[in-house]
């Protein structure tokens, strides 16, 4: 099993550009979580998806925070336009929960992101 | 709500030496409980979970921990340290119902040859 795959695995960009990180789940797995980890806030948990579907975004910071999934397979956190507070790991996870946590969540390699 | 407290940001221990790690959860019902472990530049590997039963629970690199409910703790041992466990542990609860996840703060654990 090729795990949870996250692309790129580091992007420095400029304040303003737009930034987009790509997470493959793995194959069968019906969640996908994305986090945020930065030494003052810790592991965050920004959105997660069941069955494609975004159930809660409550964590989302801000309007400049958007993320997809338009099928199983592939998922996608855009950030637009990117500022110097937003650099931090994002990570990807993903489960085969289908009726709540008691399924592992695996991880990805995170994407380091710098903002400029 | 819930939360969890590590309240040991930083650990240092010899090789060979025991460990325990620990962790405070709120939560008002039995929670789902969990440790991960993350190696520098690297994601997120769970070594343990607990939902049910036995207290005492069996992981992966012989990691073990104890569900206290009377002290709302879930710490983290291991009998004798290597220095490949230098990393950093998280704590994480999870609720019922939900697939949100909880973690604490992080203890970043260093090991002396």
């Known amino acids: 099993d090729a795990g949870v795959i996250q692309s790129p695995r580091h992007e420095v960009t400029e304040m303003g550009q737009e930034v987009t990180l790509r997470c493959k789940p793995i194959?069968?797995?019906?969640?996908l979580f994305w986090y945020r980890q930065t030494m003052m806030r810790g592991l965050e948990l920004l959105i997660y998806?069941?069955?494609?579907?975004?159930?809660?975004d409550s964590g989302m910071p801000e309007d400049r925070f958007s993320a997809k999934m338009p099928n199983a397979s592939f998922s996608t956190l855009k950030i637009q336009p990117s500022e110097p507070r937003d650099s931090a790991v994002y990570f990807c996870?993903?489960?085969?929960?289908?009726?709540?946590?008691?399924?592992?969540?695996?991880f990805g390699p995170g994407t380091r992101l710098l903002v400029l | 709500a819930q939360s969890v407290t590590q309240p040991d940001i930083h650990i240092t221990v010899s090789e060979g030496a025991s460990l325990e790690l620990r962790c405070n959860y709120s939560?008002?019902?039995?929670?789902?409980l969990f440790w991960y472990v993350q190696s520098p530049g690297q994601g997120l590997q769970l070594l343990l979970k607990y939902f049910s039963g036995d207290t005492l629970v069996q992981g992966i690199k012989g990691f073990e921990a104890e569900f206290k409910r009377s002290q709302s703790s879930f710490n983290l041992r291991k009998p004798s340290v290597h220095w490949s466990d230098a990393a950093e542990y998280f704590c994480a609860v999870g609720a019922r119902n939900t697939d949100k996840l909880i973690f604490g703060t992080g203890t970043r654990l260093q090991v002396f040859p």
């Open positions: 194959s069968g797995h019906n969640s």
């Open positions: 939560y008002g019902a039995t929670p789902y």
């Open positions: 996870a993903s489960s085969s929960a289908g009726t709540g946590i008691w399924e592992t969540q695996y």
């Open positions: 998806f069941n069955n494609n579907v975004p159930i809660d």
